[in-house]
C-alpha cells in the first residue's frame, strides 16, 4: 500500500475540522444565538458564560487544527508547487484566506460582542453577534464546499 502523502493527509485534516465547524457554526446561528434573546435578563449572564465556555471546548481545538492544517499545506505547496491531483497553491490560499476570515470576524466581532454581552443581555451587541455571525457561517461553508469539491476529485 502506497502511503499517503502529506498534502492528502492535510487535506484530510482540514475535512475532519471544517466540516464539524461548519455544522457547529450553523447550529450557533440558527439555534443558540436566536435563543439568547429569550433567556430573560436575570439568567442571561450565567447562561451566557456557560454557552460560552462550552462552546469554546468544542470549537478552539478544532479552529487551531483547521488553521493548522491549512497554513501547512499552503506553505507546502507554495515551497514545493502543487502537488498533482491534490491541491493547487490557488484553492491553498483561498482555503486559508477563508480560515483567516473566520478567525478575523470571530477575534475582532464577535470576541467584542461577546464581551458586552457578558455582562448582560445587550439587544444592540446581540444584534451584531448575529449579523456578523453570517461571515464565519459562509467561510466555513465555502471552505466546507472547496474541500469536499478537492476530495471528490481525489476519488
Known amino acids: 500500500m502506497v502511503p499517503p502523502s502529506s498534502a492528502r493527509v492535510l487535506l484530510w485534516i ?26 430573560g435578563a436575570e439568567a442571561f449572564p450565567a447562561y451566557h458564560a456557560a454557552h460560552s465556555r462550552l462552546i469554546t471546548l468544542l470549537v478552539a481545538p478544532l479552529m487551531m487544527v483547521e ?25 491553498a490560499s483561498l482555503g486559508l484566506a477563508l ?11 464577535s470576541v467584542p460582542a461577546h464581551g458586552v454581552l ?20 459562509l467561510a466555513w461553508a465555502g471552505r466546507s464546499a472547496l ?6 476529485r481525489l476519488r
Open 14 to 39: 482540514q475535512l475532519a475540522t471544517t466540516l464539524p465547524l461548519a455544522g457547529l457554526i450553523a447550529t450557533i446561528q440558527w439555534v443558540h444565538y436566536p435563543l439568547f434573546a429569550a433567556v
Open 67 to 91: 488553521l493548522a492544517a491549512a497554513g501547512l499545506m499552503w506553505l507546502q505547496l507554495v515551497s514545493r508547487g502543487a502537488e498533482p491531483g491534490v491541491m493547487s497553491v490557488g484553492l
Open 99 to 109: 480560515v483567516l476570515l473566520a478567525w478575523g470576524v470571530t477575534g475582532l466581532l
Open 118 to 137: 457578558a455582562h448582560g443581555f445587550d439587544a444592540a451587541a446581540h444584534a451584531r453577534l448575529v449579523s456578523t455571525n453570517y461571515l464565519r457561517v
Open 147 to 152: 474541500l469536499l469539491w478537492v476530495a471528490w
